[in-house]
């Protein structure tokens, strides 16, 4: 059974009610992920609680893997959710840089690459629409960098440790780090090159083919 197959089957099976679902498991987790940023933000901040704010890391990072899972095995996805999770993404791909630079963990240039990234690809939306569109498909490549950056940030975290444990994790976090901010330009570059395609390839929306390809 391919893709679209599956695809009509679930619409048909759960009805239009499925995707304005509110009260899930899946977005419970995603609300949550949320409110852990201002408690992170206060314990690494405010009280340098670093043990504290780690383990609030791990158990974002376990809720930001159990949500897209759950979603899945519960058949429990919601237009609520494809809103939430990556809303929770951008924040955390935002916020932890800023609050770890402010804390000197890692330098401004990383947070200036990052929000650059963020504000230039949101800067395509206004073309996509044009073209009646309003996202490009995911690309495998975008995640993964999210996940490398993910990654990296307790690990540095855990790196600040005055001991043996931290004197390992911190080369493993910058070696994540790196790796995930390469991934986020790369992801950067070929969605822009999606949205070239898009934009030198398809008409305006409302303007039949051929009559305008500006």
């Known amino acids: 059974m391919d893709d679209h197959t599956d695809q009509a089957t679930s619409s048909t ?60 095995l519960l058949d429990q996805s919601s237009r609520l959710g494809e809103l939430l ?13 800023v609050a770890f630079a402010i804390r000197g963990i890692i330098p401004w240039w990383i947070i200036a690459v990052i929000v650059a990234r963020d504000v230039l690809l949101f800067a395509s939306g206004p073309l996509l629409r044009s073209r009646g569109l309003f996202a490009l498909p995911v690309l495998y490549i975008g995640k993964a960098a999210t996940f490398a950056l993910m990654s990296a940030f307790p ?11 931290g004197t390992i994790c911190y080369p493993i976090g910058w070696a994540f780090l790196i790796w995930g901010v390469a991934l986020y330009v790369w992801s950067f570059l070929l969605y822009w090159a999606q949205t070239i395609a898009v934009v030198t390839r398809m008409p305006r929306a409302g303007v039949p083919m051929g009559k305008d390809m500006a």
């Open 13 to 72: 099976s759960t009805g239009s009610s499925s995707g304005s679902r509110i009260v899930t498991v899946p977005n419970a987790l995603s609300v949550l992920r949320l409110a852990l940023i201002p408690l992170f933000l206060w314990l690494l901040l405010d009280v340098k609680a670093d043990g504290w704010a780690f383990w609030v890391l791990m158990v974002s990072g376990f809720t930001d893997w159990a949500d897209g899972k759950l979603a899945r």
């Open 85 to 97: 999770d990556p809303l929770a993404d951008r924040l955390y791909i935002v916020i932890i840089p």
């Open 155 to 165: 690990w540095l975290l855990a790196g600040q440790l005055d001991s043996v444990i």
